[in-house]
Antibody, heavy 122, light 109 residues
Framework: QITLKEYGPTLVKPTQTLTLTCTVS??????????VGWIRQPPGKALEWLAL???????HYSPSLKSRLTVTKDTSKDQVVLTMTNMDPVDTATYYC??????????????WGQGTMVTVSS | EIVLTQFPGTLSLSPGEGATLSCRAS???????LSWYQQKPGQAPRLLIS???NRASGVPDRISGSGSGTDFTLTISRLEPEDFAVYYC??????????FGQGTKLEIK
């Protein structure tokens, strides 16, 4: 059974860098086909895809946020890390990590973490 | 960028009725790359449908997906109390590679 869980600060100040960690269990991040994406959701608003990293270290970013995002993985720790620089109050949201199976061919997110709420405020 | 527009924004129905939720893409989307999610308050989204019409594990068969090209539909027959939630469509392709619709809220009338 694959599970994901997000960890990170609940409060960051404007201009600071946000670092979120997604810990994956039940599957190795080096297993062929494994992808982990990051999606966020401002309060009361829709989902927004941010980034995705695959087992072979291929990375994809939202073009509108690419300059601020970095996604990495540590296979030995079963962790995927997302950093977002220059945080702003509009970045206040629940941040989710989610699993995507590349070999399914569907490019959906079939397993989600519970999400972590991040508030940006001075 | 492929924009997904969902309508209606809110759908008010009673248990036992049928629901039809629409997702329209600004460009042609491969049906293989169209997914639907259900999200309940305070919960993470749950994958319902992949490839436009393939139910995920555990999804009841009264929930179905269809469509092709730019128009996709999620149909829920015989609404149960647990079906009242927000539904999102999502596509893969283009730049950015993943986009979500703005959601349809299915509420109890």
């Amino acid at each position: 059974q694959i599970t994901l869980k997000e960890y990170g600060p609940t409060l960051v100040k404007p201009t600071q860098t946000l670092t979120l960690t997604c810990t994956v269990s039940g599957i190795s991040l080096s297993t062929s086909g494994v992808g982990v994406g990051w999606i966020r959701q401002p309060p009361g608003k829709a989902l927004e895809w941010l980034a995705l990293i695959y087992w072979h270290d291929d990375k994809h970013y939202s073009p509108s946020l690419k300059s601020r995002l970095t996604v990495t993985k540590d296979t030995s720790k079963d962790q995927v890390v997302l950093t977002m620089t220059n945080m702003d109050p509009v970045d206040t949201a629940t941040y989710y990590c989610a699993h995507s199976d590349f070999w399914s061919g569907y490019y959906g997110f079939n397993i989600w973490g519970q999400g972590t709420m991040v508030t940006v405020s001075s | 960028e492929i924009v997904l527009t969902q309508f209606p924004g809110t759908l008010s129905l009673s248990p036992g009725e049928g629901a039809t939720l629409s997702c329209r893409a600004s460009q042609t989307v491969s049906s293989t790359y169209l997914s639907w999610y259900q999200q309940k308050p305070g919960q993470a989204p749950r994958l319902l449908i992949s490839g436009a019409s393939n139910r995920a594990s555990g999804v009841p068969d009264r929930i179905s997906g269809s469509g092709s090209g730019t128009d996709f539909t999620l149909t829920i027959s015989r609404l149960e109390p647990e079906d009242f939630a927000v539904y999102y469509c999502q596509q893969y392709g283009g730049s950015p590679p993943f986009t979500f619709g703005q959601g349809t809220k299915l509420e109890i009338k």
